[in-house]
């Protein structure tokens, strides 16, 4: 897909690797329509960008409906979604809060599925789109304190590929990426100090690779990556 025009959504495009992802995305071409909660952190990412802003939650099935309307009126239709929107919740099995655990799955991964549902029709009715999931190494593997995020990611992976199944036939690409860690606010948000590191991953790896996934011809596609800092230690 050439991305010269493209019309896209990211989903928590207003920080971390959505911005990243954003701003890849803008430097060629694309009209870039960014999401999330925060109106003022999604506004100035916005113009900092020169891309469009539309506030609301993935896990709000309204703002889903509202959002993916906007982005198909102001651009006349959309052509990629980057599923990005999600964040961490940890604790043993044993501390897990029933009401952190729901939360959590409603925004990693019905929020997921609430925006992929209102746009696959339109990618359906032009035979064309490319679907990108953001996933995580911890969907690939389970690890202590993990239960809720790993398992949502997890979850991810699975209706990805249901939806890989169900869209292909269509000429609809669908991606699933799973990053390692990426030096976003995703660590602060749960507490941690972070030190950033010349060794780890950035936004703009998560964002080349995806860029790359999506500059392939449409005869192509690459259905899963995993992305890894080459030497974090
Ligand atoms: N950082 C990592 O090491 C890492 C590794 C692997 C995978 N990932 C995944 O990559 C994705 C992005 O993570 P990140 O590290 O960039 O996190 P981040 O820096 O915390 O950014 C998260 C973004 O998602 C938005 N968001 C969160 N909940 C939302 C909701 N319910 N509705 C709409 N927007 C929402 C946030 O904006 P608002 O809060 O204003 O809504 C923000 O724009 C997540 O799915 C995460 O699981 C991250």
Known sequence: M?????RALITGGSEGIGLGIARAMKARGAQVAIMGRSKEKLSKAAEDLGVLALQGDVSREADVKRVVASVVESFGGIDILVNNA????????????????????????????????????HFIAQ???????????????????????????????????????????HNVRVTLVNPSEVQTPFFSKLGHEQVLS?????????????????EIDDRGFIPEFSVFATNPF
């Not at 501390?95 to 799955?105: N, Q, V």
């Not at 990693?108 to 209102?118: H, I, P, Y």
């Not at 911890?138 to 239960?147: E, I, Q, Y």
């Not at 010349?198 to 996934?213: M, Q």
């Open 86 to 121: 999600g964040y961490g919740y940890f604790a043993p099995l044993t501390d897990l809060d029933t009401a952190e655990f729901e939360k959590l799955f409603a925004t990693n991964v019905t929020g997921a599925m609430l925006v992929a549902r209102e746009v696959a029709p």
């Open 127 to 169: 035979e064309r789109g490319h679907l990108i999931n953001i996933s995580s190494t911890s969907g690939l593997g389970g690890g202590r304190n993990s239960t809720a995020y790993s398992g949502s990611k997890f979850a991810l992976r699975g209706m990805t590929e249901c939806w890989r199944a169900e869209l292909r036939p």
């Open 2 to 6: 050439k991305l010269q025009d493209a």
């Open 198 to 214: 010349e060794k780890k991953l950035r936004p703009s790896e998560i964002a080349d690779a995806i860029v790359g996934a999506l």
